[in-house]
C-alpha cells in the first residue's frame, strides 16, 4: 500500500467504519460511525460529526462547528468561527486562544451544504436544508428550505418525498 499521508492524532474519537482518505489532518474530534473523511481536509479540535457523514474533499471543519447525522458536506467547504477574526493585539504581539471567542456553528440532520460554499460562525442549518454550490450562509437556514447566492437566500422548500415521486 502507497504511503498514508495523515495526521490523526491520540485524541481524535472515530466511531465503526469510519475511512478516511489521504492527506487529512485531525485533533481533538469526533466523527460518528459510517461517516467518510474525503482528501485534503482538516478538522480541528472541539468539531463533531456525527454518524453517516459524507465530508468532501479540500474542506475545513474549524473549532466550535458540530454536524449532525446523515450530513453531506460538499467539496471545499470552509467554516468560520471568528466574527473578527484579527492576527495581533492592540500592542502588536499575536493573539493567541485567551484573545478571542469562538462563535459555534450547527448543521442540522440531513442537511447539505454545497461545493465552495462558505458558513459564517454563529448559524444554525437547520434540518434537511440544502445551501446551494458557492454561497455564503450568513444567517441561519430554515429547516427544510434550499439557499443559494452571495449571501444566500431562501430560493424555495425542499420537495417532499411524495411531490419528488409526482404523487
Same mark, same amino acid.
Given at each position: 500500500m502507497p504511503f498514508q499521508f495523515q495526521k490523526i492524532m491520540p485524541d481524535v474519537k472515530l466511531g465503526k467504519n469510519v475511512r478516511i482518505f489521504e492527506f487529512v489532518n485531525m485533533y481533538g474530534c469526533e466523527i460518528g460511525d459510517d461517516s467518510k473523511v474525503g482528501a485534503f481536509v482538516e478538522i480541528q479540535k472541539g468539531v463533531k460529526?456525527?454518524?453517516? /457523514?459524507? @465530508?468532501s474533499s479540500h474542506t475545513f471543519i474549524c473549532?466550535?462547528?458540530?454536524i449532525e447525522d446523515n /450530513?453531506? @458536506?460538499g467539496h471545499n467547504v470552509s467554516f468560520i468561527n471568528d466574527k473578527y477574526p484579527r492576527s495581533t493585539n492592540p500592542d502588536g504581539a499575536l493573539q493567541t486562544e485567551e484573545d478571542w471567542t469562538v462563535v459555534p456553528t450547527l448543521v442540522k440532520s440531513?442537511?447539505?451544504i454545497g461545493t465552495s460554499s462558505t458558513i459564517m460562525c454563529g448559524v444554525t442549518v437547520g434540518e434537511n436544508a440544502i445551501i446551494g454550490a458557492g454561497s455564503v450562509v450568513t444567517k441561519d437556514?430554515?429547516?427544510n428550505t434550499i439557499v443559494e447566492g452571495v449571501p444566500a437566500r431562501v430560493r424555495r422548500k425542499v420537495a417532499t418525498e411524495?411531490?419528488?415521486d409526482g404523487r
Open positions: 460529526i456525527g454518524k453517516n /457523514v459524507k @465530508v473549532e466550535g462547528v458540530t /450530513v453531506f @458536506v440531513g442537511a447539505s437556514v430554515p429547516p411524495a411531490e419528488q
